[in-house]
């Protein structure tokens, strides 16, 4: 906002006005929303340099869309939701406005029992709502291996948890999206790293494509409260 101010000078006997002079006063910033993403190796970015993780591309994604946001890594190699809940009271610091939840791979490469991930996952969005913090859900689904109740029970339980805590759900997957794609073992070759569990940085740019515009609606929301 910009404001003029006369100044006035004395004459003898008398007072004239001075060409005045134009102050521009900043005009309140945009609040910055911050956004937490808690979660394993693959928020982490095992693997990767520095600039070739899942924060530092998605931060960049944001960015290019005008988005006021800062991306706080939480995300710690070979996590699991147990992993997750533990440190969820700390990562919930007065800054966090919002908070990416991807968590449960390891849970599943543990053949750990699918009510336990659950149950921990209730605690992390617990949490949450009581920090006032707004929630994307990251779902995951497990492959036939540990037989269909496992499978229903695990896959289930991100859009059970989601409807109880009324947050979104977002089915992009980290390596949903990957898989997705008809050619799985051109895409392993293309996207994945050596050890076909974590995706090199192609791999994670398809990720954060896939996943920013569910990322930039978590940010609307949160600039909304």
């Known amino acids: 906002m910009c404001v003029s101010v006369l100044r006035s000078a004395y004459g003898a006997g008398a007072t004239a006005l001075k060409a005045g002079a134009l102050i521009c006063l900043a005009g309140p910033a945009l609040a910055e929303v911050t956004v937490a993403a808690l979660g394993d190796s693959l928020t982490h970015g095992y693997g990767l340099r520095q600039d070739e993780g899942f924060v530092p591309q998605l931060q960049a994604w944001l960015d290019a869309k005008g988005a006021e946001v800062e991306v706080i890594n939480a995300g710690v190699s070979g996590d699991t939701t147990a992993g997750g809940l533990s440190r969820v009271d700390w990562t919930l610091t007065d800054d966090?406005?919002?908070?990416?939840?991807?968590?449960?791979?390891?849970?599943?490469?543990?053949?750990?029992?699918p009510a336990t991930s659950m149950g921990n996952l209730d605690?992390?969005?617990?949490?949450?709502?009581?920090?006032?913090?707004?929630?994307?859900?990251?779902?995951?689904?497990?492959?036939?291996?540990?037989?269909?109740?496992?499978?229903?029970?695990?896959?289930?339980?991100?859009?059970?948890?989601?409807?109880?805590?009324?947050?979104?759900?977002?089915?992009?997957?980290?390596?949903?999206?990957?898989?997705?794609?008809?050619?799985?073992?051109?895409?392993?070759?293309?996207?994945?790293?050596?050890?076909?569990?974590?995706?090199?940085?192609?791999?994670?740019?398809?990720?954060?494509?896939?996943?920013?515009?569910?990322?930039?609606?978590?940010?609307?929301?949160?600039?909304?409260?």
């Not at 966090?96 to 750990?112: K, M, P, S, T, Y």
């Not at 006032?132 to 991100?158: I, S, T, W």
């Not at 977002?170 to 569990?197: H, K, P, V, W």
Request: aromatic share 6%; charged share 25%; glycine share 14%.
């Open 96 to 113: 966090v406005d919002a908070l990416i939840v991807a968590l449960g791979g390891n849970d599943l490469l543990r053949g750990i029992d």
């Open 123 to 225: 605690g992390i969005l617990a949490a949450a709502d009581e920090a006032g913090v707004e929630v994307l859900l990251v779902g995951m689904e497990a492959p036939g291996n540990y037989g269909q109740d496992y499978k229903r029970a695990f896959d289930g339980m991100y859009g059970d948890l989601a409807a109880k805590w009324g947050v979104a759900l977002s089915d992009n997957t980290f390596l949903g999206s990957l898989m997705a794609m008809e050619d799985r073992e051109a895409a392993t070759a293309t996207y994945m790293q050596g050890d076909g569990i974590h995706p090199n940085a192609e791999g994670v740019k398809v990720v954060v494509e896939a996943l920013g515009p569910a990322v930039l609606d978590l940010v609307e929301r949160a600039e909304g409260d």
